[in-house]
């Protein structure tokens, strides 16, 4: 494909929203699972990890053996124009839930959603081009998938992964007294926000977008945590609390402490807030004690990360460390 051909189209104008901001609410979506669920089949491994916590992905053991599988499946709308650059975010942010639970990825197959009358198939195949390398950096198969014509551009993957049933990462295992890890810094709502509205490509928000998360979970483990999640479409503010409310103890936050992209604090003030975001920040709100934060900084908090990193209850090398654990309180967040 010529360079020409691909920058004439900008992929996030054929989207409503973009990346993981195009989340169904988590208030909503809770409102929607509550009470689903079903007795195990007959002669299935025990469920690990279901919809109880929410938690990243469904974990499940294996009879007969020390082993466990790991399964999620994650796709959204274009969050950058640049075809290829998009599927690398989002296979990368599909693998996430896997190293999010202490897993590795074994085999995954593609989710494509295209509208075959308005996008060509050129870029479709670029898109699956970025997936494909991706997951081969992360020593995980692609075994097929499935599409379907869709007015909207979606994709994703479906992912299987393996772990140690003796050492998963799981949103509920957190306890008072650990500190809050994030490997990766925040703003990259508002980034992907001001690049669907402007054109402006951010060179630090995709570096970071594709990234994955394998080296933060296998440190995390290495340090004998047991609880973690990933921060992605329910921001910062939603993931910890749901992590807060699981484990049930109350999550402090050092917000001076919290790392950000380059632009992020400029995006916010220019505007470039998603109505994701803004969700997030209200979902969260009755649960939070915001103390002297301002505006802005409660938005940043909140805003909906798209392949963003993990969030540890432990200390993870390298990573910074933004608040602790403390006994069940008032609130299941307190900013500081």
């Known amino acids: 494909m010529t360079p020409t051909r691909q920058a004439s189209v900008r992929l996030t104008q054929f989207a409503h929203g973009g990346g993981c901001a195009c989340k169904i609410p988590p208030g909503e979506l809770e409102d ?3 009470g689903l669920g079903a007795p195990p089949p007959e002669g299935a491994g025990p469920l690990l990890v279901g919809l109880a916590t929410g938690d990243d992905a469904a974990v499940v053991a294996l009879p007969g053996q020390d082993l466990a599988m790991v399964c999620t499946a994650d796709f959204f709308t274009p969050v950058v124009d640049d075809p290829y650059d998009w599927g690398r975010i989002a296979a990368a942010n599909a693998l996430s839930d896997v190293y999010a639970m202490g897993g590795r990825p074994v085999l995954a197959v593609n989710l494509l959603a295209w509208p075959r009358d308005r996008l060509p198939f050129e870029l479709a195949r670029e898109v699956l081009r970025g997936g494909q390398d991706i997951a081969t950096e992360a020593g995980c198969h692609i075994g097929g998938g499935h599409s379907v014509d ?3 551009p979606k994709y994703g993957m479906a992912v299987t992964g393996l772990a140690d049933p003796a050492r998963l990462l799981r949103n509920d295992a957190g306890r008072a007294g650990l500190p809050l890890s994030l490997t990766k810094p925040l703003g990259l709502g508002v980034l992907n926000n001001r690049h669907k509205a402007t054109g402006e490509r951010f060179g630090q928000a995709i570096a970071t977008m594709t990234a994955l998360n394998r080296d933060a979970s296998a440190a995390a483990l290495a340090a004998g945590a047991t609880c973690a999640t990933d921060v992605t479409g329910f921001g910062l503010l939603g993931h910890l609390h749901k992590l807060a409310r699981a484990s049930g103890v109350t999550a402090v936050v050092d917000t001076a402490a919290v790392p950000y992209l380059d632009g992020a604090r400029e995006a916010v003030r220019d505007g470039y807030v998603s109505g994701g975001t803004r969700r997030n920040l209200d979902w969260v709100a ?3 004690d915001f103390g002297g934060a301002d505006t802005d900084t409660r938005l940043l908090l909140a ?8 969030l540890v209850a432990g200390e993870v090398p390298g990573a910074a460390v933004v608040g602790e ?3 069940r309180g008032d609130h299941s967040i307190v900013l500081r």
């Open 150 to 152: 869709d007015p909207e």
């Open 325 to 327: 654990l403390v006994p």
């Open 32 to 34: 929607v699972v509550a």
């Open 286 to 288: 009755p649960c939070t």
């Open 303 to 310: 805003d909906a990360q798209t392949s963003g990193g993990l």
